[in-house]
Structures are given as C-alpha cells and as structure tokens.
C-alpha cells in the first residue's frame, strides 16, 4: 500500500527504480533495468534491451564479500501499453532467463497483458486510496498553496477523479490557475473535470419517470446543446442507480445492463444523442 501511495503522490517515472536502489543497496543497481512508458515499447526493445540484460550473468557475492541473490531484475512499467508482438516476445525470454532474472510486471489493466504472460506471474493488486487520506492530502496541499477549498469541494475533486490522487491534485491545480482571486466553486470543478452536474443526472430521470417520449427527447436535445460528455453522464448514472434505495434489483440490472450497452456503442463511436434516447427509454420502461 505504501508502494502505491509513494507512486501517485511523487508522480515521478524513476520511483520504482529508485526505490529499488534504496531497498537493494546501491551496489545492485547495474542487476536493475527499469523501463516506463516513456521508452520505446516495441519488439525491437524486447529483443535487444531486454534479452541482453535478462543474458547476462551475475555474481552471487557483493563487491564486499556479502552473499547476494544470484539474478537480475526487470522492471517493465505501464507494461500494458505494450504491443501484442512485444509481449510475445517477452514471453519467449521469460521462459529462457527465468533462473537468472526476475520480471516485474506494474500495469494498469491486467486484461491487456496477455494470457501467457499473466500465467506466469504472480498478481498483487493495490487497492485505491482510503477516501480519508485523499482528503487529507488534498487538504495539505491547499493549506501550502493557500487555497481555500472547503470540504465539499475537496469531495467533489475526488469523485470526479474516481479516487486517483494523482487525477486530483492535477485537477486542483487546474482549478488554482482560474481561480487566482477567489476560491473554487463546485461549478469550478464540473468545469474543470468535464463532470456532468448531479441536476442533469435527476433531471433525466425525473422526465423518464413521466413516462413522456417527447419529453425525454427534448430534455436530451438541451443537455446535447450544453456539450457535456455523454460518456461521462453515464459512469455518473451507473453510480447513481447502483446506490439508489429508489429502484429495485430488477430495475438496477435492466438499467446498468443498457447503460454498459450504450457505452460500448459509444466506444465504437455511435451517435451520442441517440444512445442516450436509447437508455431514456429503457428507464422509462423500468418505471412501468
């Protein structure tokens, strides 16, 4: 947990490296070779950088005399950015060099590693910060900056970066340059954050509780005209369903299964009014 909370609060592309070299000594620093997504990700760095160094042989004594783990270690960051060759490849040299070097994987969606690699590995997974602590950071970074952010806005900030610190404090920051003379705003934040306000989210559902086809229809043509993402109007009604006291188990499945429909269609770069009438009319239905 520590390990990921000094990643996201440092934001810096060596962190794992240097925390090696602290943890390791500084005498293992040439058993070490890290690559982040700043580096060439392709075959060709697999099959010369890193087979290479997986090849070469290491020392079980330390320049000092002192026993020491006979291998090397890889550090592949944001590993999933990888291409699908590239992964292959590192398969290949994972299965040749496993006695000499140990391979570490950090990515940030296990499903794009492919399976033969993630087979091999095993898999620690870091659990998003406690809510309190992204509070108290952010509130830490205000009192520094001499900010004035109450406690509603530093919610807001966190919902709308879905708990990542990093996310936030660069939305903090962002909202510190347009808001140099007076403090921030939850207008400020949905601004900033592209955040769909909670009044668009009730609004829709109030008109879909109508029962009114033409009035959904021009409630969507409004919020179209606003320019807010209707990608991001989803994950926010996702959110707003899933909690809700208000809807029954049956309704919740019947929505979040059109919502992950419509998102998919999105993705694959459909009309987003249309979708958004698309699920307008399955909650409208669910209310019946």
Not at 11 to 28: E, T, W
Not at 190 to 204: A, C, D
Not at 243 to 272: M, P, W, Y
């Amino acid at each position: 947990m520590a390990f990921a909370a000094i990643r996201i609060l440092t934001q810096s592309l060596n962190i794992v490296f240097v925390i090696i070299c602290f943890v390791l000594d500084f005498s293992f620093v040439f058993r070490v070779l890290e690559l982040n997504a700043s580096d060439e990700r392709g075959i060709q760095v697999i099959r010369e950088k890193v087979k290479n160094f997986s090849q070469r042989t290491v020392s079980s004594m330390r320049p000092d005399g002192k026993p020491c783990p006979p291998f090397k270690i890889i550090i592949l960051d944001e590993a999933d950015s990888m291409t699908g060759a590239a992964q292959a490849a590192l398969r290949r040299t994972m299965e040749k060099e496993t006695k000499s070097t140990r391979f570490c994987l950090i990515c940030n969606y296990v499903s794009r590693i492919i399976e033969p690699l993630t087979s091999r590995c095993s898999k620690f997974r870091f659990k998003p910060l406690p809510r309190d602590i992204l509070v108290k950071r952010l509130g830490e970074i205000c009192e520094f900056e001499k900010m004035a952010c109450t406690g509603d806005i530093l919610e807001s900030l966190i919902e709308a970066s879905e708990g990542d610190l990093r996310r936030a404090i660069t939305f903090l920051q962002s909202i510190a340059n347009v808001t140099v003379e007076v403090g921030p705003t939850i207008e400020d934040i949905h601004e900033i954050t592209g955040r769909v306000p909670n009044h668009w989210i009730e609004g829709l559902l109030e008109k879909c509780a109508t029962g009114s086809y033409d009035t959904i229809q021009s409630y969507i043509y409004n919020f179209s005209a606003e320019g807010f993402s209707v990608s991001q109007l989803l994950n926010q009604l996702h959110e707003r369903v899933i909690f809700s006291t208000e809807f029954s188990a049956k309704q919740k499945n019947l929505i979040c299964e059109k919502v992950a429909i419509c998102d998919h269609r999105l993705a694959e770069g459909a009309d987003e009014q249309l979708q958004l009438l698309d699920l307008s009319c399955t909650i409208m239905i669910s209310y019946q």
